[in-house]
């Protein structure tokens, strides 16, 4: 016996040994790990300065800053996820913000503002200019936007909320920790205690996903979470969404343009409203920007408007940007030109008696779309101070034209006309439809997407092309209505209904060139008012006065009185 001791002790020494390893893993695996999560590293803060941005139940990449003990954000994400409606003016210096009545003015890197000719004190920088970014206060942010932020410490961090819906919310029922992952050997983001309030965000089977109150959001077991209940958040900011009032009017509108290049034009008034039936606004061509200083022509005449308002006509005076030697951008981008334009178009369009202001600019670069919208909001505040209606002509929308940000000319403009035509031009090099069905109701259906269907007016073409196309070369001809079917008449052209286009299609080779049409008569233009009607546009707008036939207006007519 004495010979196989040895052997025991080894066997009971292998057991032991073999027994503790498998306990020391066991231990390993299923004991909590006291590890610490680096918190700069889970929200990735990398600078000083930097603070990690939770917005709503996500952390996000965008980083906001603090300085002077304040938490600034950069410009540009204030734009994209706070308020669009912050406009820079780096030329002059300016950071501003339009309300319905107000423009709201400081200059970069101060802590004054301007509102309604009084200097304010902020308290603390409005905007601070960091290397080539501006960073704007989000406490002056939150002045005028619905939002919520809370600034936590150790690392800094802001809570931001812009929706308030409801949660589920459980205690903490032992104290316990909030893990950066479910399980017991993911790294502690904090130590939680009992009694603490947590919001539930994703429930698993043994571990749920949890945000606390400093919004630090992590994982802990489900065992440790109870009295669950759903409450919904209340905004503490006290901020009201400012009313932006518009001009409706209670019938629909049916607009005339009346294309006017001289002051003597004002006098074809009577010649060009002769014969036509419905119309209840008409805008002259009158004002015409000359340069970048704001500076325009004008032909108002108040013996014009007085012979419009006898015959039943608001005046809708439209103002363009066609002259070649003005620069949209250089223009709009400076803040004591918009003012002079604004000042100078509104007292000469009060003063002859219209009615109000038609906006007709056009080919806007990219670069000079933000300009050109906070000139829409500026000249709106003036209107709105003035019972001026303000209108804006707007293509067909494209991607290419998202700058002209319909959405927002929907708030502040009264109405916002589609040029429902063009969709071939002169200079395309390519024959086809000046106004499909298809064109039009995409242009229709793409801007109720944005803006109220009753602030919507559809300009229809009185005008057909009549293309020409020799060897590889193609030109075209804008005729009127009663022209172009002249020239199909007497030129022995044939046409077919196009049940696509909804037009009158025909073509014919003359001494070896192709002539194409696609008329725009009574039928096509009936097709169009049809789809405007099922849609319950604000009304219809008519390129130009002089190139309709009679009939057209009783067309327009029953459209009107449906």
Known sequence: MKKFIPTIIAIVLIVLI????????????????KDKQDLNEYYGLSQADDVAIVWQDSKIETKAKLMEGRVYLDYDSVCDMLNDRFYVDYNENWFIYTTPTDIIKSHLGESTYM????????????????????YVSLDYVRKYTAFDYTLFNDPARIQVYTEWNEQTVATIN?????????????????????????????????????????????????????????LTPSMENDFVEPEYTSIHRDYKINLAWHAIYTKAGNDSFEEYTAGTKGINVISPTWYSLTDNEGNFTSFADSSYVNRAHANGMEVWALLDNFNVDVNTKELMSYTSKRERLINNLVSDVLSCGADGI???????????????????????????????????????????????????????????????YDEHWGS????????????????IEQTLREVPSEKVINAVPFYTRVWKTNGGEVTSEALGMDAAAAFVKDNGIETAWDDECCQYYGEKTMNGILYQVWLEDNESIAAKLSVMDSHNLGGVAEWKLGFENSSVWDVIGAYLNK
């Open 18 to 33: 073999g027994g503790g390893v498998v306990a020391t893993k066991y231990i390993e695996k299923y004991t909590y790990t």
């Open 115 to 134: 509102i309604g000719g009084s200097e304010q004190d902020f308290g603390c920088p409005i905007t601070i200019v960091k290397g080539d970014t501006l």
């Open 174 to 230: 032992k104290d316990n920790a909030v893990r950066l992952k479910g399980g017991v050997k993911s790294p502690i983001l904090r130590e939680v205690v009992k009694g603490e309030k947590v919001v539930i965000l994703d429930r698993m089977d043994t571990w749920t996903k949890v945000k606390t109150d400093d919004s630090l959001m992590g994982y802990i077991e489900n065992k440790y979470l109870s009295d669950e209940q759903s």
């Open 358 to 420: 038609n906006l007709d600019f056009e080919q806007i670069s990219y670069e000079a779309g933000e300009h050109y919208v906070e000139f829409i909001r500026e000249l709106s505040i003036s209107c709105r101070a003035n019972g001026l209606v303000l209108s804006v002509d707007n293509y067909v929308p494209r991607e290419s034209t998202n700058h002209y940000n319909r959405k927002e000319q929907g708030v502040v403009a009264d109405y916002v006309i589609i040029m429902g």
């Open 428 to 443: 395309g090099g390519v024959a086809g439809s000046v106004a499909s069905l298809p064109y039009v109701l995409d242009g």
